[in-house]
């Protein structure tokens, strides 16, 4: 049989009493916050303010920091390409792209043509200004899934080359929320029986410089 708990020393539990009378209850005593938690809370307060603005500022309505970059409808404008001129030759006929802006995208392109006859190269620029989305996070795995396996270095965040050697070449740049690409295309012809005909090409080794030097003259004007 268990017997009924006792304390040390043999003594039992003494039984609760019970209040049969109401009693007014007592009156709760406020403590007071001791003054390095107000002094905390304060900081943190100027903290969390503080960061709110700095995270708001320069960003339209709040959003996502545009580091300067604006949609522009004049790519061919902006784009100099002075770098690939000096190797492809005399710089012909532009053709501006639809333009798409969007209040999370922008989005527009143009195509160039340089030389002349059997010489005829044809460049095609791209931009997208991403102003929801990180575009980052998915860059360097995109652009190695489409053959850009090239690092290269010294031209925004990130920046990948694709190398097609006498067919030209592609180069692709993030900086923030801007994503430039720069492809470079051979231009083929078609003789009087309508058969494609090789005229031959330029050559087109380190191609890569000049359209790095290019990508970078052409985020600096995207900022303009």
Not at 29 to 50: E, F, N, T
Not at 108 to 135: F, I, M, N, W
């Amino acid at each position: 049989m268990i017997s009924e708990p006792e304390l040390e020393g043999g003594a039992p539990f003494g039984t609760t009493e019970v209040l049969t009378e109401e009693r007014e209850p007592r009156p709760r005593r406020s403590v007071p916050r001791p003054l390095w938690a107000l002094g905390g809370a304060l900081a943190a307060s100027a903290l969390w303010a503080g960061g709110l603005y700095a995270y708001d500022a320069g960003r339209p309505d709040g959003g996502v920091d545009l580091g300067g970059f604006q949609g522009v409808e004049d790519l061919c404008e902006r784009a100099g390409l002075k770098g690939l001129g000096m190797v492809l030759g005399e710089r012909g006929a532009t053709g501006p792209g639809p333009f798409l802006d969007d209040p999370v995208l922008s989005e527009s392109s143009c195509s160039v043509t340089y030389g002349r006859g059997d010489r005829e190269q044809s460049v095609e620029v791209r931009y997208t200004l991403h102003k929801g989305a990180d575009p980052g996070i998915e860059f360097a795995a995109r652009a190695k899934h489409e053959g850009l396996l090239l690092p290269v270095a010294g031209v925004g965040e990130q920046a990948f080359f694709g190398d097609r050697g006498e067919d030209g070449g592609t180069l692709r740049v993030l900086d923030g929320q801007a994503v430039v690409q720069l492809d470079l295309y051979r231009s083929w012809y078609e003789n009087e029986d309508g058969e494609t005909v090789d005229q031959g090409a330029l050559d087109l080794s380190g191609i890569d410089v000049p359209m790095t030097q290019d990508a970078l003259e052409l985020l600096a004007a995207l900022k303009k």
